[in-house]
């Protein structure tokens, strides 16, 4: 069998490694070579050849493009300099310019819909997305677009894939989930039926801390077509080299992930029973409410949980003093463990009201569990709780 026709079924270990690997028809080189330049020659008058300006096309970012298309189990995907410059492109020439989003989603595409509502290119209206009531009600008007995110950021509350896109499609929309908290090593939302898995790759895809970036996974492929147009006609393309560490990155994603899981359960088991905490999130525990759904639709639980001091924002004062080994320091899914307060950090831009409403107290922390030992780690939760 071909190496191309054995990747089509081979499972997604696999293909996150081999996909690009030994196809160099030049040297031979094992590895995909990276071209730096931002032009490539005509071969005559009205020849083009593949690529011709890199804006719009780049071999490596090809690459990486079909090693996503390939975990996502899409149809094809557009590569993007940042997560949201990915969810910029889901607005562009929308049937219906109304967009349904979670209340809670992510602060900077908050930002971001709420300057394109502004600028009169969309409207928006956020719901609850764990009432479905509240969404059905959303999507009783024609809608364009339904933004999903599960599990939400920070509380880690999940939602049922299968029944809302169901409803987002009845209503006229496109469907797309932000799949940036479980990669696509624990989640596939097109699987689902989704439009669309979007990702800031910046997370567990590069899973190195090193490059801002972003994706979109079609489940149509003329719709990688129309946004890899648009992604070009905006000029958010990733550059090659950022192209070139992310694909190094995917190379290890199911790895290192189930590394992470594996820690994260453990961590979020010691937290649940520590005095000084009020409550954990984390799926993976038969305590969060939603545990079953988790199982079901979730091919883990993932590396990410908040957890609430009984002592509130004092208590996190103390703790952020003293904890080592985790650093203090936004973003998440990389080699390295990461303590976040929500509040103050991630989701500062949000009103304080804003804040309460999606349920993001004083008191809450995030964590993204890394690489490191996890006997350390618990070590470190340890030593940092005594203050608490
Ligand atoms: N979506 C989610 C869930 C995120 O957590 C982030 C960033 O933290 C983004 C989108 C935006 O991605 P980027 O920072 O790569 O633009």
Not at 27 to 32: D, E, L, S
Not at 299 to 307: A, D, E, L, R, T
Request: net charge negative; charged share 20%.
């Amino acid at each position: 069998m071909s190496k191309k026709a054995y990747l089509e079924t081979a499972q997604d270990a696999t293909k996150a490694v081999n996909i690009g690997i030994d196809t160099d028809t030049v040297h031979g080189a094992v590895m995909p070579p990276i071209y730096l330049s931002s032009n490539y020659t005509f071969e005559g008058f009205g020849q083009k050849r593949t690529y011709d300006y890199a804006r719009s096309g780049n071999p490596t970012r090809a690459v990486i493009a079909e090693v996503l298309t390939r975990l996502e189990h899409g149809a094809g995907a557009v590569m993007t300099s940042s997560g949201l410059a990915a969810l910029d492109l889901l607005w562009q020439e929308l049937p219906n310019n109304r967009v349904v989003v979670p209340h809670d989603c992510y602060g900077g595409t908050q930002r971001l819909l709420n300057a394109r509502t502004r600028q009169g290119l969309i409207e928006v209206d956020y719901v609850d997305q764990g009432d479905e009531a509240a969404i059905a009600a959303a999507l009783s008007k024609p809608a364009g677009l339904l933004l999903l995110e599960t599990p939400s950021n920070p509380l880690m509350r999940l939602i049922d894939l299968q029944k809302l896109i169901k409803l987002g499609h009845a209503a006229g929309a496109r469907v797309a989930v932000d799949n940036t908290f479980l990669s696509p090593a624990l989640q596939n939302p097109i699987s689902f039926g989704a439009d669309y898995a979007v990702h800031s790759t910046t997370k567990y895809i590069n899973g190195h801390s090193d490059v801002v970036g972003g994706a979109i996974v079609t489940k149509d492929a003329e719709e990688a077509v129309r946004l890899n147009w648009w992604a070009n006609a905006l000029g958010c393309t990733p550059s090659a080299f950022d192209s070139y560490l992310t694909l190094r990155g995917v190379r290890t994603l199911l790895v290192r992930v189930r590394q992470q899981q594996e820690s994260a359960q453990k961590i979020a088991e010691y937290l649940e029973g520590h005095p000084a905490v009020a409550s954990i999130n984390y799926p993976g525990l038969k305590s969060h409410p939603q545990h079953e759904l988790a199982k079901a639709q979730q091919k883990g639980f993932g590396g990410m949980m908040s957890f609430e001091l009984k002592g509130g924002i004092e208590a996190v004062k103390r703790v952020l003093d003293v904890v080592d080994l985790f650093s203090l320091a936004e973003s998440l899914g990389g080699i390295e463990s990461l303590i976040v307060h929500p509040a103050s950090m991630t989701h500062a831009a949000m009103s304080p009201e804003a804040q309460a409403t999606a349920g993001i107290s004083g008191g809450l922390l995030r964590l993204s569990i890394g690489l490191e030992d996890v006997e350390d780690l618990i070590a470190a939760l340890e030593r940092a709780l005594k203050v608490a």
